[in-house]
């Protein structure tokens, strides 16, 4: 039997619940999807026959650091761990993250299916060390997880019993699951759903450092010496092959100097200048750790605009070193810093603008 999350979805449509339905999941087989995160999946506690239960545990996370997976390419998974060869996936990353989960109760069970994602499926973690280490950061809040030993002990696959196939889309996952006295599970990464890549944030709307507000539910940086503040929109896509992404940055004083950057980290809004900057670079270790990728400065013209294009291009060729940082699946902020020695109100003579991240 094949069932989809849609009907599910609809009926969810007005809970708070909503946010973990956001993605269509195709099932099938002894696959049962839940529309929650269980309480607990430790040793019996989701113990269902001739089931395996299925649960986003984060919905549009980005990935805080790099993360290590057991799988990430497509393949059948069957004869023992060597051949699962391993893999990364980049910090910032977009993701959903999904738990298989099987529990026998005690009792022998041997059980199959299949859940065909809306998106990539990034990378898989398989083994007992992978899951136990990735249940803090990756696994749902309000679930309980096995932390001790004997718990843990043959929570992963036996690829001498169970079966992994991961399909040549990226978007569909098999498994063969046999329990005797204990539980399977799995832990998929999923590319992120987000029906609108363009996210503006970090608005003057309040808390600005010079009481130069914007004003409740408006977009755009703190005030300047324009009486409005600098607004930074993105254009065109975020497909990385067409190369058609504009940053647009508007209401600057005219003929004032500014800088674009970009950073994968979203930090809450710190006083800079006359503005507030919202933009980092990732945790040290990370491709941007050491220090803002920046693009290079421009003039506003006398009506106060600067438009940047061809941001993909530019960036993967001129910033971190060439090595191309803009990747499918990866999460990037980008604001820009401009002069305005005309507003004074701090002394600093700059501001900044409203920022944009942008989901590739």
Known sequence: MTTTTRTLCSALATLTLAPLCAAQLTTGGDVLLLS??????????????????????QSGLSLPTTLTVDIDTPGSYTNGLGGMGGGTVPAGTLVDVYLFHQDSGGVPDDN?????FPEDVLGILVTTP????????????????????????GRGMEFLRDDLFFDSSRRRIDVNFTTDNKMDQIRIFVRATDSDPFD????????????????????RGCANSTGTGARLVAGGSNDIAADDLTLRISDLPAGSSML?????MRPAPMLLGDGLLCVSPGPLGSPVGQGYLRFPVRRASSSGDVVYSNVVSFANANL???????????????????????????GAGFNQSSAVRVDF
Request: a negative charge.
């Open 36 to 57: 929650t995160p269980p309480a607990s999946v430790l040793p019996g506690d989701l113990a269902v026959a001739n089931t395996i239960s299925v649960f986003q545990e």
């Open 112 to 116: 199959s299916g299949f859940v065909e």
């Open 130 to 153: 992978g899951l136990r280490g990735s249940d803090t950061t990756y696994g749902s809040s309000t679930t309980l997880y096995p932390m001790t030993g004997s718990e843990n002990n």
């Open 200 to 219: 503006p944030f970090c608005f003057g709307q309040s808390g600005c450092p010079c009481g130069n507000d914007v004003g409740a539910g408006v977009e």
């Open 260 to 264: 674009l950057f970009m950073g994968n």
């Open 320 to 346: 971190g070193g060439g090595s191309g940082l803009i990747l499918p699946g990866v999460s990037w902020s980008f604001q820009a810093i401009y002069r305005d020695p005309a507003a004074n109100c701090t």
